[in-house]
């Protein structure tokens, strides 16, 4: 795997909008701050755009994100927002020079495709706070952002949960939104999760669409497949009039409880203040005991 090496002062930032639209004021706001961090950066052309539901066409989105992935002078992508859109363009991207001049991206939600392809591609990214986080002065969420991109090493203490099952693993760490990975699944862009510590989290879904995504990769034979799961914020989720009967930690707790690997809930990642920034691709090891954490160090 390829890990990019870590930034430093006067290093170039480019923040780009690789699915949805984005209040422009946001982007700038984030400009100024990674600035006073001492950072160059480069706003694309298109990122600030409007088209429908996406910052711009899907040719503009990916000649936006292919010129950063080529350009040697760039240290780090910055995605500005989630939404919906990367999966319109994954299939169209050349890693050829970025594997001359690896860099970081950034990002989570629908930016779990973006991962999924760097993974096998053989390159390492950052599962982490956008642009809206850092322009949104999410303190946590920023600190351990640079603590990723600065160093080469995090670890996260973690309270217990009563659905946690102990265990310690070290592997490679992946995944992201789990309804965008149930979106790959099948394609030649779902991630290797074989032997893998899995990190899920997602947001507005309803919650027997949740239960079919488990079961999806259940009857796939993927929770047979991995040594360790990591299950971040389920926000917002959804319930019918007539409701399902159980909550998003308990329908996931109830399609992995017979496996025995270590399985940590409640984790500070996804669409929540202080999403925790993890590196996917990087060995991490995965603590659950009565004094549970998750380190990584690449």
Same mark, same amino acid.
């Given at each position: ?30 400009? /100024? ?124 203490? #973690? ?6 099952? /102990? ?39 309803? +919650? ?8 999806? #990769? ?10 360790? +799961?990591?299950?971040?914020?389920? /926000? ?30 409640? #984790? ?31």
């Amino acid at each position: 795997m390829i890990i990019p090496p870590k930034l430093k002062q006067n290093d170039l930032i480019a923040i780009l909008s690789p699915s949805g639209r984005i209040n422009s004021n946001i982007i700038d706001n984030a400009k /100024t701050k990674l600035e006073q961090k001492g950072y160059r950066v480069k706003i694309l052309k298109h990122a600030k755009g409007n088209y429908y539901q996406y910052a711009a066409t899907d040719s503009q989105r990916l000649e936006d994100l292919q010129n950063a992935l080529d350009n040697p002078e760039i240290s780090c992508i910055l995605c500005a927002r989630g939404g919906y859109g990367a999966i319109r363009i994954v299939d169209k991207l050349n890693f050829t020079k970025i594997k001359k001049h690896p860099k970081w991206v950034v990002g989570f939600s629908d930016i779990t495709v973006l991962h999924s392809a760097f993974q096998n591609a053989g390159i390492a990214s950052i599962h982490g706070p956008m642009a809206k986080s850092i322009s949104n002065d999410d303190f946590i969420a920023a600190k351990y952002l640079f603590q990723a991109l600065e160093n080469n090493n995090l670890e996260y203490n #973690f309270k217990n949960h009563f659905l946690n099952k /102990t265990g310690k693993v070290k592997s490679l760490l992946t995944g992201g939104n789990l309804s965008v990975l149930a979106g790959l699944l099948g394609t030649p862009y779902m991630p290797d999760l074989k032997n893998k510590i899995l990190l899920i989290e997602d947001l507005n879904e309803y +919650l027997y669409k949740l239960d079919r995504i488990m079961w999806s #990769f259940k009857l796939a034979g993927i929770f047979k497949q991995i040594r360790g +799961l990591v299950v971040g914020g389920f /926000t917002d989720m959804l319930d019918n009039d007539n409701p399902f009967g159980k909550n998003a930690y308990e329908i996931i707790a109830e399609h992995v409880n017979e496996y025995n690997y270590p399985i940590a809930f409640n #984790f500070s990642v996804g669409h929540i203040l202080g999403n925790h920034s993890v590196v996917m691709g990087a060995e991490a090891e995965l603590c659950v005991d009565e004094s549970s954490h998750l380190s990584q160090k690449w």
